[in-house]
């Protein structure tokens, strides 16, 4: 049997209709359900039929699990688990590894070759500026601050 489709503002209001039985809906949106429910004979047939539904499933006792509804449908797909979660671990140590072992083994430019690139002002200069800046972070600090070039200290 075909059921006609409700219209949008009659699925809105089944919605609505649904979430007042649960506590759900505002005050504004239970007055807007209240004026369709009184203009609609087929939402106010569905509110009706599901707050049976509901008032039923409320009163009905509650079922106690059994110890054997918890047992697990099958230990290999554990199994497989744990299998992908070494693989993807092993995966991620292989690529972290090789990364780490390339960056230790590449001839990567030294510092005065960074203060060259920074002197000529190409695309490059502001990257070795940053990374000079980074490298100078790991130093300890000196024990007296050094005066900065062109400027004269005045003791106060």
Known sequence: MLYPVPSNECVRAREAASGRLDGEISKLEAAWLEIHLRR???CRGFAAQIAALAAELRRAPLEQPSA???TPRSSRRASALRLQAVAAALAIAAVGGSFALGRALSPGPSVPALRAVAAEGDLG???ADS?????LAL????AEPRPLRGT???AL
Do not use: I
Not at 131 to 135: A, F, P
Not at 139 to 142: A, H
């Open 40 to 42: 609609c004979p087929a």
């Open 68 to 70: 054997t509804a918890f």
């Open 152 to 154: 004269t200290t005045v």
């Open 125 to 127: 200069s502001a990257r």
């Open 139 to 142: 130093l300890p600090p000196r």
């Open 131 to 135: 990374l000079e800046q980074r490298l």
